[in-house]
């Protein structure tokens, strides 16, 4: 055995999770190895050319405020941003800003090699390392071993992947890229267990051959609208989107070729993602639905690629270019890649402790595509938390475990290892219980706590943090006891500024809970203080949304005394008289680290609840 190198951590793979990863554990002092197949698709896109979105701009912000680089990187790098769900409430508004998918590998790349701690080395890992239950090491394709204390798998969608258009199947990756097998195997002959999932990607169109004066054009928003608490430059909108649909054309083109479908044909086995459709799905699942929206969206500034948002598919190639010709502003689109499915290995994610680590062999991790979830936000959350977790365990410092009552990557995590997924896992709002309290613009107060206590933020973020607190400390201080009592100048100034006359006196907190008050009408009106754009933001909503918010943290604060009621590892839950047999089989399968966790155990009812806890209070 040629023992080519020693590493505190090695990240298997370096995508979104696995860059995530391979920078926190370096960045927390571990010698630190980050594998890929190849230099050049590190951080690479193989789906959509965007960063964000619906509850998955929450996942960035997250990211960013525990001191990862995701949302750093898409500041530096995307080409559009735009805030959704602008006519909603805050807790759902998220941004998503479109991504140069060349620039921001280049950027990620950049970030890598200059880090210190971290060796990234072109390598395909065969084979895992494990001796008496504990990890060792990995094995690479060129017969190098590299010994390690901690090893993460962020494999993605590579392991033993398999390429399907129409007819035309063969082994590989994304973007045509080779495809780990002996991987998967090795991973089996560990007793890991492994699911078969799908998802697929759109063809990519020529701009030169799109008519966009025939769809509705999509421009980014004006002001402040980064991923990043550290950035200070508004966004950088350079490109636009467009809008079109699909037709009766369309899907007429698309039944009548339905059996030469891979997924209706027996070809696809793997279990596709419910919430991103392919268009033939679509057709079949929605056939009283007259159009489905398109979203065409630029690859970069520097191709004429633009990607078909809304057509993910796997058809024929010639069925593509006949049903994409039916599409208004498409009618002469050349494909320059077409639409494929992949189909890959993934773990069972219950096989993973809350920190991401298995149960079942110590020092081994796993992040991202590989546990079954989807989404290069998703695999940034997740890669981010097990580089953490595996430097707390080469360090010896406390793991990381983020609850649902205080950020989505709490609830992704606690989703995976406690109730597992029987498809490609998909972060949304709705999932989270509290999402009032987990909103995009808070995560820094929610989380960078945490970056600054285990050593991940940076001298910058820990002392712009500080700052903000102590601005929204003293507002809020006077804010509350600052009183104004009604008088004719007093009126005056509030009606030249938009709001409502008083005719009480009261605390300007008061005026804070008034749609249209803004801590700038009141600082202008009231000679307040100057504070950032930021802090301004937090001190408005919390006033304004005050009511709703303690409910909830009230409701949360019920949850985290389940949370906190800790499960020994070693319980023998089959002895325990009065669980069913069906909570004994689940506990013992998943042995979930806290009551509250266990409550949330697809066949574990409330009265096994009551019954473990009495057990736990009688015998600990």
């Not at 402040?224 to 054309?249: D, G, H, I, K, W």
Request: proline content about 4%.
């Amino acid at each position: 055995m040629f023992v080519a190198g020693k590493y505190d951590v090695i990240v298997i793979g370096a995508g979104h999770a696995g860059i995530e990863a391979g920078l926190a554990a370096a960045r927390l002092g571990c010698k630190t190895l980050l594998t890929t197949l190849s230099l050049e698709n590190l951080a690479m896109m193989p789906c959509n050319p965007s960063i964000g979105g619906s509850a998955k701009g929450h996942l960035v912000r997250e990211v960013d405020a525990l001191g990862g680089q995701m949302g750093i990187v898409a500041d530096q790098t995307c080409i559009q941003f735009r805030t959704l769900n602008t006519g909603k409430g805050f807790a759902v508004q998220a941004l998503r800003a479109q991504a140069d998918k060349k620039i921001y590998q280049a950027a990620m790349k950049k970030v890598c090699e200059n880090t210190d701690n971290l060796d990234l080395k072109q390598l395909l890992i065969e084979n895992i390392l494990v001796e008496r239950n504990k990890i060792v090491g990995v094995t690479a394709e060129t017969g190098e071993t590299f010994l390690a204390s901690a090893v993460i798998l962020a494999s993605g969608t590579y392991l033993s992947g398999r390429i399907i258009i129409g007819e035309s199947i063969f082994d590989g990756g994304p973007n045509g890229q080779r495809a780990a097998v002996k991987l998967s195997t090795a991973l089996k002959n560990l007793g890991v267990k492994l699911m078969r999932f799908k998802t697929g990607t759109p063809a990519r169109v020529d701009a030169r051959t799109l008519d966009f004066s025939k769809m509705e054009i999509q421009r980014g928003d004006s002001g402040m609208q980064n991923f990043s608490f550290l950035t200070e430059t508004p966004a950088n909108n350079q490109v636009c989107c467009y809008l079109t649909y699909t037709n009766e054309r369309t899907h007429e083109i698309l039944r009548r070729n339905l059996h030469r479908a891979p997924m209706a044909n027996g070809i696809i086995e793997g279990v596709g993602p419910r919430y991103c459709p392919s268009i033939e799905s679509k057709i079949i699942r929605f056939p009283d639905k007259e159009r489905h929206q398109l979203f065409l969206e630029p690859e970069g500034l520097n191709t004429q690629e633009f990607y078909v948002q809304g057509m993910s598919t796997s058809m024929p190639a010639d069925v593509q270019i006949e049903f994409l010709h039916t599409i208004p502003g498409l009618e002469n689109a050349k494909i320059m890649r077409h639409g494929y499915a992949i189909e890959y290995d993934c773990l069972d994610p219950l096989q993973l402790k809350p920190t991401l680590e298995f149960k079942s062999i110590a020092g081994f991790f796993s992040a991202g595509q590989s546990n079954g979830s989807s989404g290069y936000e998703e695999a940034a959350a997740q890669g981010l938390i097990a580089g953490i977790n595996a430097a707390a365990l080469v360090k010896n410092f406390p793991p990381l475990i983020l609850k649902r009552s205080e950020s989505y990557i709490g609830v992704l995590i606690d989703d995976l290892v406690t109730k597992g997924t029987a498809e490609p896992y998909r972060m949304m709002t709705s999932r989270a219980e509290y999402r009032l309290l987990l909103r995009q613009d808070n995560a820094d107060i929610r989380l960078t706590p945490y970056a600054i206590d285990i050593g991940l933020a940076s001298v910058e973020r820990a002392e712009k943090f500080n700052r903000k607190l102590a601005e929204i400390s003293a507002a809020n201080k006077i804010l509350t006891e600052t009183k104004i009592t009604p008088s004719a100048e007093v009126n005056a100034r509030l009606a030249a500024a938009g709001i409502a006359e008083i005719k009480n006196s009261l605390p300007l907190a008061e005026l804070m809970r008034r749609p249209n008050v803004t801590y700038e009408k009141l600082r202008d009106i009231f000679s307040l203080p100057e504070i950032s754009a930021a802090a301004a933001s937090q001190v408005e909503i919390s006033f304004f949304y005050e009511g709703y918010i303690k409910k909830q943290a009230e409701l949360a604060a019920k949850l985290d005394r389940l949370e906190n009621k800790i499960i020994p590892e070693n319980i023998n839950y089959h002895a325990i008289q009065n669980l069913r047999v069906e909570a004994r089989e689940k506990l013992s399968e998943i042995r979930p680290r806290s009551i509250g966790q266990a409550a949330r155990i697809s066949g574990v009812s409330p009265a096994d609840i009551s019954v473990l806890v009495v057990y736990l209070e009688t015998f600990s």
